[in-house]
């Protein structure tokens, strides 16, 4: 080969790897530009390309339309009340921060002025409301948080932020008004005492949380002498809401879910299972024993379900369809996210239908790998209370102008049926004999009736935990209350007598008469 043939070789390969070189360069967006711009030389495929163009403008379309109500929905309440949100900032140089009120008209949380103009967040009933109101320093929590923007505007009438615009003098923000009872939040922050654990109180035809109490706590006006030892302090925790972050096993609370399945499956015979307790079986090499081994004997769903007979609820759980099983937990709201006011931890509930036998018998007494939040477990019991319809609940009764004028108001809304309204007064009938002949019968009064469960939630390497939920006036349900006593033994001994106490409240202070 000479010269003259090598060099055009050359040139060929060159020529060959440059065209490569090339092609691979060309960009993604050049790609898809030639889907939509003809190439020269070619006819024009009108309808094509037309096509084409359209298909991109309408994706783009629906993906803004998509991502402006996700915004609207999801995001904007949380970057509205931001504490890193520049436009708040700048709202609390040009409005006092408004206050937050109880529904029976006494201020949870106000801004007070000393005379040289200094401000000063002040919370009157101190510990009391502590994590359902939060606080305004260290960043934010509670109402203060989740109304952050709210209680930073005014509605104030024109002439009056007029005349503070003259003067120099902030306008005045808006004041929220909750759904929290004083009377009721006494009484269940008293009733818990020195114990850890928290008590959820809600009406269950409106959804109106009444009471929402959570010990250890701490005072937020001492929260800048505090702060440094209440947030290092991992094994009180005080600033946790363990009302609705709190993850507890739910004990025999859960039996409600796992008689509410039996009966679904068998419709016709549910009212014949009968069992023969001994104190203690074992289910696919798990022991189970009752509470302090009680023999029961012969019980049938009923009589399982008021004397809270473990070796009975492991028997007929194991016969029960994961499948269905898991997705009645998840109809229950178990994995999901719960619409409220603040922020709630999502309950835990692992089993399925491709779940270990092994799994199941402490699943269904609610131990195992099921975890749940005090106020998920209260909006249970507030749907079977409801006839199975459980009502959104909510903390904020309206949005009010400093001069009283209502800028916006919460109304009472259906958020889903959880259960069949059959189903719920055959869980109704149970749970008024938790409380008539079970154990339960601390709540036995004159004042009202009430019906229940109790529950003990083994703890590893602890006491059990303590759990009682359920509500009064059982022909017209007025109130539920959901207690949780942290490392304390029975539910009988230790829950019971607490959402006892809560409920006379509510009675002696003629709470229902006082909101009718």
């Not at 800048?224 to 991992?234: C, K, L, M, R, V």
Request: proline share 3%; charged share 25%.
């Amino acid at each position: 080969m000479n010269k003259h043939q090598k060099s055009t070789q050359r040139d060929r390969t060159s020529g060959r790897q440059s065209n490569r070189v090339q092609t691979e360069s060309v960009s993604i967006w050049e790609r898809l530009a030639a889907l939509f711009v003809p190439k020269k030389g070619r006819k024009l495929r009108t309808n094509r390309y037309m096509f084409h163009t359209s298909l991109f403008v309408v994706v783009i379309f629906l993906g803004l339309i998509g991502y402006l109500v996700k915004f609207t929905i999801y995001d904007a309440p949380g970057i509205i009340n931001s504490p890193y949100n520049k436009r708040t900032t700048s709202l609390s140089e040009k409005v006092r921060r408004g206050s937050i009120m109880s529904a029976n008209d006494k201020i949870l949380a106000e801004t007070t002025v000393d005379d040289e103009g200094n401000e000063t967040r002040e919370y009157p009933y101190e510990n009391m409301f502590a994590h359902v109101v939060g606080y305004n320093s260290h960043g934010k929590a509670g109402l203060e948080s989740a109304y952050n923007y709210d209680l930073l505007t005014s509605h104030e009438q024109l002439v009056e932020q007029l005349k503070g615009g003259v003067s120099g003098e902030k306008s005045v923000g808006d004041t929220v008004v909750t759904t929290l009872d004083t009377r009721l939040q006494k009484a269940a922050y008293n009733a818990l005492g020195d114990y850890r654990g928290a008590v959820v109180a809600i009406e269950p035809k409106t959804g109106k949380v009444r009471a929402m109490v959570s010990k250890p706590d701490f005072d937020p006006n001492e929260l800048d002498d505090i702060w440094e030892e209440i947030n290092s302090d991992e094994d009180n925790s005080c600033l946790l809401n363990r009302a609705t972050q709190g993850l507890y096993p739910p004990g025999s609370t859960y039996k409600v879910l796992t008689a509410l399945e039996y009966i679904e499956e068998h419709p016709g015979s549910y009212g014949d299972f009968s069992y023969d307790c001994t104190g203690e079986t074992v289910v696919d090499s798990v022991r189970i024993s009752c509470y302090e081994d009680e023999e029961h004997g012969e019980v049938d769903l009923n009589e399982a379900f008021t004397k809270s007979c473990n070796t009975a609820f492991v028997t007929l759980g194991s016969t029960l369809n994961l499948k269905r099983f898991a997705a009645l937990n998840e109809k229950f709201l178990f994995g999901q996210s719960i619409p409220f006011d603040l922020s709630v931890k999502q309950s835990r509930f692992d089993l399925d239908e491709n779940s270990q036998k092994s799994e199941v018998p402490q699943t269904v007494i609610g131990q195992g790998n099921t975890l749940m939040t005090p106020f998920h477990n209260a909006l249970i019991m507030c749907a079977i209370a409801n006839d199975g319809v459980l009502m959104k609940p909510y903390l904020v009764e309206s949005v009010e102008s400093s001069d009283g004028a209502v800028v916006e108001k919460t109304e009472p809304t259906e958020y889903k049926t959880l259960v069949d309204k059959k189903d719920a007064k055959t869980l109704q009938k149970m749970l008024q004999n938790v409380v008539t002949d079970g154990t339960g019968r601390t709540l036995e009064t004159d004042l009202y009736t009430a019906a229940g469960k109790t529950g003990t939630a083994e703890n590893e390497g602890e006491r059990s935990h303590s759990w009682f939920f359920g509500y009064s006036n059982v022909e017209d349900p007025d109130l539920v209350v959901c207690v949780i006593v942290e490392n304390s033994g029975a539910g009988s001994e230790y829950a019971a007598p607490i959402a006892k106490e809560v409920f006379d409240s509510y009675y002696n202070n003629e709470m229902k008469d006082y909101y009718s």
